[in-house]
């Protein structure tokens, strides 16, 4: 079945760039998305990416897609601590009715 | 502001006493959806209404069911609650299925 896929942890400090990332085995994803979730909160959706694009670009967030290895990543420029959170990809298809499928989520931790 | 809303914030029910959590939504979105997050894992689609149409997922336990009485509200019923249903329940709601999710805060499910 489909599977997305993220690294657990990533620690910056303020001010720095974050890269968090995201592989996925789904090739007929249509749809890319990033959710942050604060502690005992539901989920923000962040910004999404068609498949047909490579680039997205919103703010402090840049979205990367590398349809050919599944790769996606989410670029925050000058963290600060309220963006500290949990990640989460996720992939859908047309296919699939809508269904999210989710990785395990990144969590970020921003040290002042 | 148009927004998703869900009731309880946090429930506390005892094993095998029937419970039901509640959504809602003023943005007018034809499909909502029912995920189940447990602690430190991705939220897990459970089912989802597009309209009045009912998606169950192969995988959900026949102890989980939901209704759908108006566009506005969608209920999720735990018949026979156990100690692993204790989670994070999570709506989200989508103008079509090909469209972005926006999620209500979550319903802290504790079974005692």
């Known amino acids: 079945g489909e599977d997305v896929e993220q690294s657990l942890f990533l620690s910056v400090r303020e001010g720095d760039s974050s890269v968090i990332n995201c592989t996925y085995t789904?090739?007929?994803?249509?749809?890319l998305y990033w959710y942050k979730q604060e502690p005992g909160a539901g989920l923000q959706l962040l910004t999404y990416?068609?498949?047909?694009?490579d680039m997205k670009q919103d703010q402090r967030l840049t979205v990367l897609l590398n349809k050919k290895d599944k790769h996606l990543s989410l670029r925050i420029a000058d963290t600060q601590t309220g963006d500290s959170a949990i990640y989460f990809c996720?992939?859908?298809?047309?296919?699939?009715?809508?269904?999210?499928?989710f990785g395990q989520g990144t969590e970020l931790s921003v040290k002042p | 502001d148009a927004m998703v809303i869900q009731n309880p914030r946090y429930q506390v029910t005892q094993f095998g006493k029937p419970v039901t959590l509640s959504c809602s939504q003023t943005l007018n979105h034809n499909v909502m959806y029912w995920y189940q997050q447990k602690s430190s894992q991705a939220p897990k689609l459970l089912f989802h209404?597009?309209?009045?149409?009912?998606?169950n997922e192969a995988d959900t336990p026949d102890n989980f069911q939901s209704r759908r009485p108006n566009t506005s509200f969608c209920f999720l019923d735990i018949r026979s609650p156990g100690l692993g249903d204790a989670a994070m329940y999570l709506c989200a709601t989508s103008r079509g299925s090909a469209w972005e999710q926006y999620f209500g805060p979550g319903t802290r499910l504790t079974v005692t």
């Open positions: 996720a992939e859908s298809n047309n296919n699939q009715g809508g269904k999210l499928i």
């Open positions: 789904d090739s007929s994803s249509t749809y």
């Open positions: 990416i068609f498949s047909n694009m």
């Open positions: 209404y597009y309209d009045k149409d009912f998606n």
